[in-house]
């Protein structure tokens, strides 16, 4: 079971939630980046590399039994802002295809470098399925 946390009196946030309480079993999602299954990158486009690290997240949920509604939190790390600024219209239209209108608690951060050098988002990612 999931529990949106919205404090009373705040804004409400667009594209994620403040905080998630859940009950079940954990799925932990390692950092998944923008190549297919094969660890092969088909683009170099940002909103591109967002889709495919998006599909790979899911592919690993649904391997341990989970759908992309039980993701209680995520952690996007990104080498360029401006590039992840410019691209948000098509980051949602790619996010909501793939993951679809459920906005778990979320972090963006900008990094220096991600490990594999035509990497421009990795996604890291936790689920609970509930018992």
Same mark, same amino acid.
């Given at each position: 079971m999931? *529990?949106f946390? /919205? %404090? *009373?009196?705040?804004?409400?946030?667009?594209?994620?939630?403040?905080?998630?309480?859940a009950?079940?079993? &954990?799925? $932990?999602?390692?950092? /998944?980046i923008?190549?297919?299954?094969?660890? /092969?990158?088909? &683009?170099?486009? $940002? !909103?591109?590399q967002v889709?495919?690290t998006l @599909?790979? !997240?899911?592919a690993v949920l649904?391997?341990?039994?989970?759908e %992309?509604h +039980?993701?209680?939190?995520? &952690?996007?790390?990104f080498?360029?802002?401006?590039?992840?600024? @410019?691209?948000?219209?098509?980051?949602?239209?790619?996010y909501r295809? !793939?993951i679809?209108? +459920? $906005? %778990? =608690?979320? =972090?963006?951060?900008?990094v220096?470098?991600l490990? *594999?050098d035509? =990497?421009?988002? *990795?996604?890291?990612? &936790? =689920?609970v !399925?509930?018992d």
């Open positions: 999931l *529990e946390l /919205q %404090p *009373e009196g705040w804004a409400k946030p667009i594209g994620y939630a403040n905080g998630v309480a009950t079940g079993r &954990t799925i $932990f999602v390692g950092g /998944q923008g190549w297919n299954g094969q660890c /092969q990158f088909e &683009t170099d486009d $940002f !909103v591109g889709r495919q @599909e790979n !997240v899911v649904k391997e341990g039994g989970a %992309p +039980h993701i209680t939190s995520m &952690t996007w790390y080498t360029d802002k401006k590039e992840y600024t @410019e691209n948000l219209r098509g980051i949602g239209q790619a295809d !793939v679809g209108r +459920h $906005f %778990p =608690a979320m =972090a963006a951060v900008q220096v470098a490990v *594999e035509r =990497a421009k988002i *990795e996604i890291q990612a &936790t =689920a !399925v509930s």
